[in-house]
């Protein structure tokens, strides 16, 4: 079985006595937008269902302030009627003509994450969309002046039926962005007065350089292997069918660069020094249709063709086994 290891941030604060200063001036990075949780793909469905004094402990854990998670960001899926990882997720909309804004649970998890912070940030983002959405195509980004009206009959129908003000609206979760699609939500949002809402974007990078260290355990199977990833597209349900730049080093000491996740779409390989149990620093270049790669800051291939593209960065195994993974950078 192949595994994806999808990343995600941690923000470790060292608690000091004393007086601690913080320093708010603009920096060289994008703002610390705060922490907050997802509910998605099916699961929440299960919350609403605990006795009333449970679910109401449960959520004061996550968002009351300066108490349990204390989240300042409250994500929802925008249900599209598809299959997104555990279930299903009601559209608001089944059809270009139907509208109904109590369906499902995401309504109620934002009104009771406002009841206990009014400052909670909301963010919607589609895993899925109901077929009329791409016109029987197959894709949202066909017909983006519809996609954008179902995005934006989603917004108002939070405001006019629950009174809540989504801040931020995502494009599509772990799909290729359509900078034509995120131009047109943006004209459409203005137009619909909309204007304070932000949109989360582009999701994916065609350029990027990125290194992680990583320890392979001491075993001679070379199908004990490890790698680094950009462009991940595809990945949804079924991991294994993800594509992208894959840069693969084994315990045997072969490394590999192919277009699957599979790694049965082999682009280039080759051998290096291995020793049990040691670190190496994987490093990855991408850079239009080409790609470098390097294992301790030694060069192993040079511009290796792997075609044009856009997506995600990422790193894992290929199985089950104690793999450790330290430092990792990311450049666009």
Request: hydrophobic fraction near 35%; include cysteine.
């Amino acid at each position: 079985m192949v595994l994806m290891l999808l990343m995600f941030s941690l923000v470790l604060l060292h608690l000091t006595t004393g007086q601690y200063n913080v320093d708010d001036s603009g920096g060289t990075g994008p703002k610390f937008d705060g922490i907050g949780g997802l509910s998605a793909g099916a699961s929440t469905a299960l919350l609403p269902s605990y006795s009333e004094e449970i679910v109401s402990q449960i959520l004061d854990l996550l968002f009351k302030p300066n108490f349990g998670a204390s989240l300042q960001i409250c994500k929802v899926e925008i249900g599209g009627d598809g299959q997104s990882t555990d279930g299903t997720e009601s559209s608001h909309m089944h059809s270009q003509d139907d509208e109904n804004y109590h369906r499902g649970y995401e309504w109620w998890l934002m009104t009771e994450a406002k009841k206990r912070n009014p400052n909670v940030k909301l963010y919607g983002l589609p895993w899925t969309f109901p077929a009329w959405v791409g016109n029987g195509s197959g894709s949202p980004y066909k017909y983006p002046e519809l996609t954008a009206g179902y995005i934006i009959k989603w917004i108002q129908g939070a405001k006019s039926t629950y009174g809540l003000d989504i801040d931020y609206i995502g494009v599509w979760n772990e799909r290729n962005f359509d900078s034509t699609y995120i131009k047109t939500l943006r004209k459409s949002l203005d137009s619909a007065g909309l204007n304070k809402v932000q949109i989360v974007a582009p999701d994916g990078s065609e350029t990027v350089s990125l290194s992680i260290d990583v320890l392979l355990p001491n075993v001679s199977d070379t199908s004990t292997a490890a790698f680094l990833a950009a462009r991940v597209s595809g990945v949804g349900c079924g991991t294994t069918r993800a594509v992208g730049v894959f840069f693969w080093i084994d315990t045997s000491g072969t490394w590999t660069i192919s277009s699957d996740l599979a790694g049965d779409k082999k682009v280039a390989s080759g051998s290096f020094s291995a020793k049990p149990d040691t670190v190496y620093t994987l490093s990855m270049d991408v850079n239009g249709s080409s790609a470098t790669v390097s294992v301790n800051g030694t060069a192993l291939s040079s511009n290796v063709s792997v075609g044009n593209g856009k997506g995600f960065v990422g790193f894992g195994t290929s199985g089950y086994f104690p793999a450790e993974f330290d430092n990792f950078s990311l450049t666009k």
